[in-house]
T-cell receptor, first 114, second 112 residues
Framework: DVKVTQSSRYLVKRTGEKVFLECVQD?????MFWYRQDPGLGLRLIYF???????EKGDIPEGYSVSREKKERFSLILESASTNQTSMYLC?????????????FGQGTRLTVV | QKEVEQNSGPLSVPEGAIASLNCTYS??????FFWYRQYSGKSPELIMS????GDKEDGRFTAQLNKASQYVSLLIRDSQPSDSATYLC????????????FGSGTRLQVQP
């Protein structure tokens, strides 16, 4: 079974803190993604990566950065956390081999910024 | 206009009935279409993918795609209370970018 593991299930951070969200996948997937999910807004793409050290901005990259030093690991960084970044964060990964490639999701990290 | 639009619901159907979930998308070059199910507090999990016009069946689930009308639907036959969840429609817009674009989801309630 594909496994996408996020480092924390729940996080509480203070405004202005630098926050790291970690994601690891064990299926040698080329693509990795970070989404945030908010009520009524669905999942919105923050950043994605299709190879090591490669990254592309998604639809809402402001206030975030990412790092992909190894194929299996994709990190989301909140440089200076703000209350409007309180959300559910979901990591996903997929193969890059066909048009209907399935994305597998991690269990999610619920981040609260106070 | 949102790129992927779904009725937020809730859609309420009795047990054993057919549930029909609908989705429209705005970008004509969209390549692939997916239905994910998400239980409350859980991550999305894939139910069906479809990328050719027509119907695709898998057990109690049928996905329908009409690219001319930019419309995707999911039918759930013999609905069960365990089908109660939020159903997310997602598209891959072009082959150069494998990221999914999601609708906001339709909440389905199956009444016993």
């Amino acid at each position: 079974d594909v496994k996408v593991t996020q480092s924390s299930r729940y996080l509480v951070k203070r405004t202005g803190e630098k926050v790291f969200l970690e994601c690891v996948q064990d299926m040698d997937h080329e693509n990795m993604f970070w989404y945030r999910q908010d009520p009524g807004l669905g999942l919105r793409l923050i950043y994605f990566s299709y190879d090591v050290k490669m990254k592309e901005k998604g639809d809402i990259p402001e206030g975030y950065s990412v790092s992909r030093e190894k194929k299996e690991r994709f990190s989301l960084i909140l440089e200076s956390a703000s209350t409007n970044q309180t959300s559910m964060y979901l990591c996903a990964s997929s193969h890059d081999d066909r048009v209907d490639t399935e994305a597998f999701f991690g269990q999610g990290t619920r981040l609260t910024v106070v | 206009q949102k790129e992927v639009e779904q009725n937020s619901g809730p859609l309420s159907v009795p047990e054993g009935a057919i549930a029909s979930l609908n989705c429209t998308y705005s970008d004509r070059v969209s390549q692939s279409f997916f239905w994910y199910r998400q239980y409350s507090g859980k991550s999305p999990e894939l139910i069906m993918s479809i990328y050719s016009n027509g119907d695709k069946e898998d057990g109690r689930f049928t996905a329908q795609l009409n690219k001319a009308s930019q419309y995707v639907s999911l039918l759930i036959r013999d609905s069960q209370p365990s089908d109660s969840a939020t159903y997310l429609c997602a598209v891959i817009k072009d082959t150069g970018r494998r990221a999914l674009t999601f609708g906001s989801g339709t909440r389905l309630q199956v009444q016993p």
